[in-house]
């Protein structure tokens, strides 16, 4: 999934030759990372120093540097607000994981980072709130407070009710320590 998206957005941005290469890479089986499921794996999890880990890593560096590229190349026009936010927001994570794999608070702050900018785009989007809440709860002293942005998802979820669910598990994990 995360390599079809991926290639998608390569190929409205109208860069042809990176959409070919995934798909050649998904048609051969030589894709790896098959799924988003990598960035929903716990960070200690990574630490193993498993071969799988290092690949892991090498998959997700090489996501990263494909979604800066993404955005570099992404028309500034709202006809493409939605995808650059995306991008941003998919950068983030792939930045939030190798911060937690190398345990690097060095990438949390460019996460960050990506993160305010798929926010100034959409403020009030629930998962980019989320997700700027759980990178921040990865620090050990967070730049700003994750609670201003889990309140911006209480009232995201008191519009729309499909993401109620998600809310509570946020909450949950908030609440950890």
């Not at 193993?48 to 560096?61: F, H, K, L, W």
Request: net charge positive; aromatic share 10%.
């Amino acid at each position: 999934m995360f390599s079809l998206a991926l290639g998608q957005a390569w190929g409205r941005a109208g860069n042809l030759n990176e959409l070919a290469k995934i798909v050649t890479d998904l048609t051969s089986g030589s894709d790896r990372l098959g799924s988003t499921s990598w960035t929903r794996r716990s960070s200690r999890s990574s630490r193993s120093g498993t071969s799988r880990s290092r690949a892991q890593d090498r998959y997700v560096t090489k996501a990263g540097a494909a979604f800066n590229e993404l955005v570099q190349r992404l028309p500034g026009d709202d006809a493409n607000r939605e995808r650059r936010a995306r991008a941003y927001n998919d950068w983030a994570w792939t930045l939030a994981w190798r911060g937690g794999y190398q345990n690097n608070e060095s990438l949390y702050q460019q996460a960050v980072a990506r993160m305010i900018e798929a926010l100034r785009l959409y403020p009030e989007d629930y998962i980019f709130n989320r997700n700027m809440a759980v990178i921040l709860k990865r620090f050990k002293k967070p730049p700003s407070n994750p609670a201003v942005f889990v309140d911006k998802c209480r009232a995201a979820v008191a519009k729309d009710k499909d993401f109620a669910e998600d809310f509570d598990k946020l909450q949950k994990y908030m609440e950890t320590k």
